[in-house]
Nanobody, 132 residues
Framework: VQLVESGGGLVRPGGSLRLSCATSGFTFSYYWMYWVRQAPGKGRERVATLYTGGGSTYYATSVKGRFQISSISGDNRENTVYLQMNSLKPEDTAMYYC????????????????????????WGQGTQVTVS
């Protein structure tokens, strides 16, 4: 199983980036896909969630209206999750991770108040986004 993020970089405030998470090795069609970020010196934050089996989405209040999660899949193409980030702010600076799980983990995350890698079946290596 692989989750490989890309698309991070340095961008000016107000700019845009599109992150990609290329996946392989699991049945993409029935998974909850997550984008999680961690800013320097801060805890992890669930940014966005997408259920590939039905299209349900979640956005953190801090990114709602600016970020959009989507996915593309098919027999002859790599299954990929995207995070389109618009109107970026300095406070969006963080390492962004892609994660996948067969469960919707929002309730668990709210209850425990922290995000750990082991909550998820699969976790990527991350891509850095710097807004400055």
């Amino acid at each position: 199983v692989q989750l490989v993020e890309s698309g991070g970089g340095l961008v000016r405030p107000g700019g845009s980036l599109r992150l990609s998470c290329a996946t392989s090795g699991f049945t993409f069609s029935y998974y909850w896909m997550y984008w999680v970020r961690q800013a320097p010196g801060k805890g992890r934050e669930r940014v966005a969630t997408l259920y590939t089996g039905g299209g349900s989405t979640y956005y953190a209040t801090s990114v709602k209206g600016r970020f959009q999660i989507s996915s593309i899949s098919g027999d002859n193409r790599e299954n990929t999750v995207y995070l389109q980030m618009n109107s970026l702010k300095p406070e969006d600076t963080a390492m962004y991770y892609c994660a996948a799980d067969g469960r919707e983990l929002g309730g668990l995350i709210r209850t425990l108040g922290v995000i750990k890698e082991h909550y998820f079946e699969f976790w990527g290596q991350g891509t850095q986004v710097t807004v400055s």
